[in-house]
């Protein structure tokens, strides 16, 4: 912000949320569905909407119960 100034800094901050994060997030969701299909051969050829699932999933938990992503992301850890 101090270098460029603040227009700069607002734009960059929302091109940073629409492309990294939205796109890691993706990245991420689709190798979870890969990983799900190969576990489970089933879901074979639905690994998208297995992403799209893990998605909507979370942002449900995180809309309701920030106490409850927090412990979720805990054990996640933890189980690495």
Do not use: D
């Not at 227009?7 to 960059?12: D, G, L, Y």
């Not at 938990?61 to 979720?72: E, K, Q």
Request: charge should be positive; proline fraction near 1%.
């Amino acid at each position: 912000r101090e270098a460029f100034g603040r227009e700069v800094a607002f734009s960059s901050s929302w091109i940073h949320l629409f492309t990294l994060l939205s796109g890691a997030t993706a990245y991420v969701s689709a190798g979870f569905g890969g990983y799900l299909s190969a576990v489970w051969p089933g879901l074979a050829g639905y690994e998208r909407w297995a992403a799209a699932a893990l998605i909507l999933l979370l942002s449900a938990l995180n809309a309701w119960s920030t106490r409850a992503t927090v412990r979720l992301q805990n054990w996640s850890n933890f189980a690495k």
